[in-house]
C-alpha cells in the first residue's frame, strides 16, 4: 500500500507563499497521476491540482493562477507552490495518487496521508 507523506504548511500572512512537498514510497498501485486537494473545517475535501507522469497539469479554479504543481526527481516528490495566499485558502492540504483518465477528470485512490496545515492570516 502506498505510504503519502505531506510536509511544508505553515502559518502566513495573507499574500505570503509556502511549498509543500509529497513524498510517495511503499507498494503504489497502478497510478498516472498525482493531486493535491485541501480540506477546510466543516467543508469536503477537493482537488486543487493534480499532474500527470507525463507532466500535463490542471488546477481548480479556486487557486488556479497562484499555484504551481510539480515533480522534484531528486527527491521522488510532488510539489505545490502556493503564491498570493488568501484566508479562504486555510485548509489541511493532502495529496494522493490517482487515475487520470484525459482533461480534468482524475481520480485519486482512498489511501490519504496525513496532511500538512495549512493557515493564511488577513
Known amino acids: 500500500q502506498a505510504q503519502l507523506v505531506e510536509s511544508g504548511g505553515g502559518v502566513v500572512q495573507a499574500g505570503e507563499s509556502l511549498r509543500l512537498s509529497c513524498a510517495v514510497s511503499?507498494?503504489?498501485?497502478?497510478?498516472?497521476?498525482i493531486g493535491w486537494y485541501r480540506q477546510a473545517p466543516g467543508e469536503q475535501r477537493r482537488r486543487v491540482a493534480f499532474?500527470?507522469?507525463?507532466?500535463?497539469?490542471n488546477y481548480a479554479d479556486s487557486m488556479k493562477g497562484r499555484i504551481t504543481i510539480s515533480r522534484d526527481s531528486a527527491k521522488n516528490t510532488v510539489d505545490l507552490q502556493m503564491n498570493s495566499l488568501k484566508p479562504e485558502d486555510t485548509a489541511v492540504y493532502y495529496c494522493?495518487?490517482?487515475?487520470?483518465?484525459?482533461?480534468?477528470?482524475?481520480?485519486?485512490?482512498?489511501?490519504w496521508g496525513q496532511g500538512t496545515q495549512v493557515t493564511v492570516s488577513s
Open positions: 511503499g507498494r503504489t498501485v497502478s497510478f498516472n497521476a
Open positions: 494522493n495518487i490517482g487515475r487520470w483518465f484525459g482533461g480534468s477528470k482524475y481520480q485519486p485512490y482512498d489511501s
Open positions: 499532474i500527470t507522469i507525463g507532466g500535463l497539469t
